[in-house]
């Protein structure tokens, strides 16, 4: 017993010794990426810009899952107000086919060798049969207490609007980019994305176009985004990875409250929604994931730093911290969400 007890420690203790001097030399070794200083640009017209966005959110460019119910000819009418609204961006830009109701620009760069990047935003919103709710109408593009209040200001015009109101000031610097740079506005993102998103990445595919990297929505540049990390962190926003859509329904002879014939169909239901609910799917740590988890342990303090740079060891102890918050759970997992009910 006395002989083992010692072997037994040593067993114990060497992976944790094996981690702490992996971290010790991962932090040793680790570079900040550079910044390349750039003049700072005074942006003057940033009232203006929040009325553009106002302007933007005012046209109900409401996607149905049932086309029929699009009103397609605000979305006509949004393209006419981006044309004149950045009249720069639509003229010096090449349009792309990337469906009827899509907006698809290239803007080239310098390095034809650089593989191009991608930015991202969608034109529709969902509808707002809650209006009565809201503070401000929902398409009224109300400025107010320093924000746009409206459907789509933060989901997600406001990126949409961003991305050109970006593009628009340094066309007119007559700066051109050093890599390529492709613009998609998808119109039913909301809805599936069958006419907008997939119609734009079969464009993609079929003219073999690969990127550097995406930016769509998803994460933000978050201020306490994890306790021991003061700097902001830029979170990987990858928490809706594919989806599908199914519907449930339970049919079954009625009865009277008085006598009923349990378990009635709205039990049978409940039922099924608890047990598809405690059964999620698997947690994995993808490579984006995993990248953006050794970034937040080379810079944060060396204690923390230990589980984050030594996956291989810790990756249990992560993925259960992660589960049990509802912000990081679903970047480790696809979701599952029960979302409507009628009957």
Same mark, same amino acid.
């Given at each position: 017993?006395?002989?083992?007890?010692?072997?037994?420690?040593?067993?114990?203790?060497?992976?944790?010794?094996?981690? $702490?001097?992996?971290?010790?030399?991962?932090?040793?070794?680790? %570079?900040?990426?550079?910044?390349?200083?750039?003049?700072a640009r005074q942006i003057d017209s940033l009232q203006q810009s929040a009325k553009n966005l106002a302007k933007a959110v005012s046209f109900p460019t409401v996607s149905y899952v049932d086309r029929s119910k699009t009103?397609?000819?605000?979305?006509?009418?949004?393209?006419?107000?981006? %044309?004149?609204?950045?009249?720069?961006?639509?003229?010096?830009?090449?349009?792309?086919?990337?469906?009827?109701?899509?907006?698809?620009l290239y803007w080239e760069g310098e390095d034809k060798e650089l593989l191009p990047a991608l930015l991202m935003a969608h034109q529709d919103v969902v509808a707002a049969d809650d209006a009565e709710e809201w503070r401000?109408?929902?398409?009224?593009?109300?400025?107010?207490?320093?924000?746009?209040?409206?459907?789509?200001?933060?989901?997600?015009?406001?990126?949409? $609007?961003?991305?050109?109101?970006?593009?628009?000031?340094?066309?007119?610097?007559?700066?051109?980019?050093?890599?390529?740079?492709?613009?998609?506005?998808?119109?039913?993102?909301?809805? =599936?994305?069958?006419?907008?998103?997939? %119609?734009?990445?079969?464009?993609?595919?079929?003219?073999?176009?690969?990127?550097?990297?995406?930016?769509?929505?998803?994460?933000?540049?978050?201020?306490?985004?994890?306790?021991?990390? #003061?700097?902001?962190?830029?979170?990987?926003?990858?928490?809706? #990875?594919?989806?599908?859509?199914?519907?449930?329904?339970?049919?079954?002879?009625?009865?009277?409250?008085?006598?009923?014939?349990?378990?009635?169909?709205?039990?049978?239901?409940?039922?099924?929604?608890?047990?598809?609910?405690? =059964? #999620?799917?698997?947690?994995?740590?993808?490579?984006?994931?995993?990248?953006? @988890?050794?970034?937040?342990?080379?810079?944060?303090?060396?204690?923390?730093?230990?589980? @984050?740079?030594? @996956?291989?060891?810790? %990756?249990?102890?992560?993925?259960?911290?992660?589960?049990?918050?509802?912000?990081?759970?679903?970047?480790?997992?696809?979701?599952?969400?029960?979302?409507?009910?009628?009957?």
């Open positions: 017993m006395v002989i083992w007890l010692p072997l037994a420690l040593v067993v114990i203790l060497s992976p944790l010794v094996v981690a $702490i001097a992996r971290a010790i030399v991962l932090r040793l070794r680790y %570079k900040p990426p550079q910044r390349r200083e750039r003049e009103d397609f000819e605000v979305f006509h009418q949004f393209r006419a107000f981006l %044309k004149e609204t950045y009249p720069t961006t639509f003229t010096t830009l090449q349009h792309l086919d990337g469906g009827e109701f899509n907006i698809l401000y109408p929902p398409f009224s593009a109300t400025i107010e207490e320093g924000y746009v209040w409206g459907r789509g200001s933060f989901d997600i015009k406001g990126q949409l $609007i961003a991305i050109l109101e970006s593009v628009e000031r340094l066309l007119k610097e007559g700066v051109r980019p050093q890599r390529s740079w492709y613009i998609a506005f998808g119109c039913d993102e909301e809805v =599936r994305g069958e006419h907008g998103a997939q %119609k734009i990445a079969h464009y993609f595919h079929t003219n073999n176009i690969r990127f550097a990297f995406v930016l769509d929505e998803g994460g933000v540049v978050a201020d306490n985004f994890i306790s021991f990390i #003061k700097r902001p962190v830029a979170v990987v926003g990858m928490a809706e #990875k594919g989806f599908v859509n199914l519907s449930i329904e339970v049919t079954k002879e009625g009865g009277h409250s008085s006598s009923p014939l349990n378990p009635t169909p709205v039990g049978l239901l409940g039922r099924a929604i608890w047990r598809l609910e405690r =059964r #999620k799917f698997k947690s994995e740590i993808t490579p984006p994931i995993k990248e953006m @988890l050794t970034i937040i342990g080379l810079n944060s303090s060396f204690l923390f730093s230990i589980p @984050l740079l030594n @996956l291989w060891l810790f %990756k249990p102890l992560i993925v259960a911290i992660f589960a049990r918050n509802q912000a990081t759970d679903p970047l480790m997992r696809t979701t599952l969400a029960v979302t409507m009910a009628q009957g």
